[in-house]
């Protein structure tokens, strides 16, 4: 288990997958490739994301789609 790739996940979320954001396949795709980006930025490899949640952009949608207001971490 990868504690680096699981904070990074969650926090990168928390911090930029905004509530106006729509669950359209652009923009979740869009959000994929930028969280891949700044994870390599970071030396994370996508690999290591993926062993821990599987497929990324279905975190992101289900984030997009069960985003709570008001709620922080």
């Avoid at 969650?10 to 954001?21: D, E, F, G, L």
């Avoid at 290591?48 to 992101?60: A, L, M, R």
Wanted: charged share 20%; net charge negative; hydrophobic share 45%.
């Amino acid at each position: 288990m990868s504690t680096r790739a699981v904070n990074f996940l969650h926090k990168w979320i928390s911090n930029n997958v905004p509530a106006t954001t729509g669950a359209d396949i652009i923009s979740v795709a869009e959000l994929t490739q930028e969280l891949f980006a700044d994870a390599k930025t970071i030396g994370i490899g996508s690999v290591e994301i993926e062993e821990e949640f599987g497929s990324v952009y279905e975190v992101i949608l289900d984030a997009i789609v069960h985003y709570e207001a008001g709620v922080t971490d």
